[in-house]
Protein backbone atom coordinates (compact mmCIF):
# COMPACT_ATOMS: atom_id res chain seq x y z
CA UNK A 1 0.00 0.00 0.00
CA UNK A 2 3.05 2.34 0.79
CA UNK A 3 3.57 2.39 -3.36
CA UNK A 4 0.18 2.70 -4.26
CA UNK A 5 0.20 5.98 -1.83
CA UNK A 6 3.06 7.64 -2.93
CA UNK A 7 2.36 6.66 -6.76
CA UNK A 8 -0.86 8.69 -5.70
CA UNK A 9 0.29 11.79 -4.22
CA UNK A 10 3.24 11.90 -6.64
CA UNK A 11 0.44 12.47 -9.27
CA UNK A 12 -1.96 15.12 -7.49
CA UNK A 13 1.58 17.66 -6.34
CA UNK A 14 -0.72 20.85 -6.44
CA UNK A 15 -4.04 19.31 -4.86
CA UNK A 16 -5.43 20.42 -2.21
CA UNK A 17 -5.89 17.21 0.39
CA UNK A 18 -4.86 16.24 3.81
CA UNK A 19 -3.10 12.76 4.74
CA UNK A 20 -3.45 11.28 8.06
CA UNK A 21 -0.85 9.11 9.35
CA UNK A 22 -0.87 6.91 12.51
CA UNK A 23 2.32 7.66 14.38
CA UNK A 24 1.91 6.43 17.51
CA UNK A 25 -0.54 2.96 18.52
CA UNK A 26 -1.11 1.50 22.15
CA UNK A 27 -3.22 -1.34 22.61
CA UNK A 28 -5.48 -2.95 20.07
CA UNK A 29 -6.07 -0.88 17.27
CA UNK A 30 -7.44 -1.68 13.56
CA UNK A 31 -4.17 -0.07 11.59
CA UNK A 32 -0.51 0.68 13.59
CA UNK A 33 1.93 2.85 12.55
CA UNK A 34 2.57 4.38 9.39
CA UNK A 35 -0.62 3.33 7.36
CA UNK A 36 -1.93 6.81 5.89
CA UNK A 37 -5.10 7.85 4.36
CA UNK A 38 -5.40 10.57 2.12
CA UNK A 39 -8.49 12.90 2.45
CA UNK A 40 -9.95 15.47 0.06
CA UNK A 41 -11.84 18.57 0.42
CA UNK A 42 -15.09 17.07 -0.88
CA UNK A 43 -14.60 14.14 1.80
CA UNK A 44 -13.51 11.27 -0.81
CA UNK A 45 -10.76 9.26 0.53
CA UNK A 46 -7.61 7.19 -0.62
CA UNK A 47 -6.44 4.51 1.45
CA UNK A 48 -7.90 3.56 4.80
CA UNK A 49 -6.88 4.11 8.44
CA UNK A 50 -9.21 0.98 9.78
CA UNK A 51 -12.46 2.44 8.87
CA UNK A 52 -15.95 2.62 11.67
CA UNK A 53 -15.82 5.36 13.94
CA UNK A 54 -11.84 6.02 14.16
CA UNK A 55 -11.65 6.61 10.63
CA UNK A 56 -14.64 8.73 10.34
CA UNK A 57 -13.34 10.47 13.05
CA UNK A 58 -10.20 11.20 11.26
CA UNK A 59 -11.13 11.88 7.63
CA UNK A 60 -13.86 14.89 9.53
CA UNK A 61 -11.03 16.36 11.46
CA UNK A 62 -8.60 16.43 8.21
CA UNK A 63 -12.09 18.38 6.81
CA UNK A 64 -11.88 20.35 9.67
CA UNK A 65 -7.78 21.01 9.01
CA UNK A 66 -8.35 21.89 5.02
CA UNK A 67 -11.54 24.05 5.97
CA UNK A 68 -9.18 26.42 8.52
CA UNK A 69 -6.28 25.92 6.09
CA UNK A 70 -4.01 24.73 9.22
CA UNK A 71 -0.94 22.88 7.67
CA UNK A 72 -0.96 20.39 10.62
CA UNK A 73 -2.70 18.50 13.54
CA UNK A 74 -2.12 15.83 15.76
CA UNK A 75 -4.95 14.13 17.18
CA UNK A 76 -5.99 11.25 19.45
CA UNK A 77 -8.33 8.40 18.73
CA UNK A 78 -9.25 6.58 21.78
CA UNK A 79 -11.25 3.20 20.53
CA UNK A 80 -11.95 1.98 24.44
CA UNK A 81 -14.33 4.92 25.60
CA UNK A 82 -18.22 3.80 25.67
CA UNK A 83 -19.29 5.20 22.55
CA UNK A 84 -16.97 2.67 20.97
CA UNK A 85 -18.46 0.11 23.06
CA UNK A 86 -21.78 1.03 22.34
CA UNK A 87 -20.69 0.64 18.30
CA UNK A 88 -19.32 -2.59 18.77
CA UNK A 89 -15.79 -1.22 18.37
CA UNK A 90 -14.22 -2.62 21.38
CA UNK A 91 -10.72 -2.79 19.99
CA UNK A 92 -9.67 -1.52 23.32
CA UNK A 93 -6.37 0.91 21.93
CA UNK A 94 -5.36 4.26 21.25
CA UNK A 95 -3.79 5.62 18.61
CA UNK A 96 -2.18 9.26 17.54
CA UNK A 97 -3.11 10.38 14.36
CA UNK A 98 -0.62 13.24 12.22
CA UNK A 99 -2.91 15.23 9.77
CA UNK A 100 -0.94 17.36 7.06
CA UNK A 101 -2.67 19.22 4.48
CA UNK A 102 -1.18 20.77 1.03
CA UNK A 103 -2.83 23.62 -0.67
CA UNK A 104 -3.13 23.81 -4.23
Same mark, same amino acid.
Given at each position: ??? %??????? %???? /????????? $??????????????????????????????? %????????? /?????? %??????????? /? /???????????????? $???????
Amino acid at each position: MIR %EMIEYLG %ERPH /DTLAVATIV $WTQGSTPRKAGVSMVVHPNGTTFGTIGGGRA %EYEIRATAL /DVLQHR %ETCRRIRVSLD /D /DEAVKEGMVCGGTMDV $WISAQYE
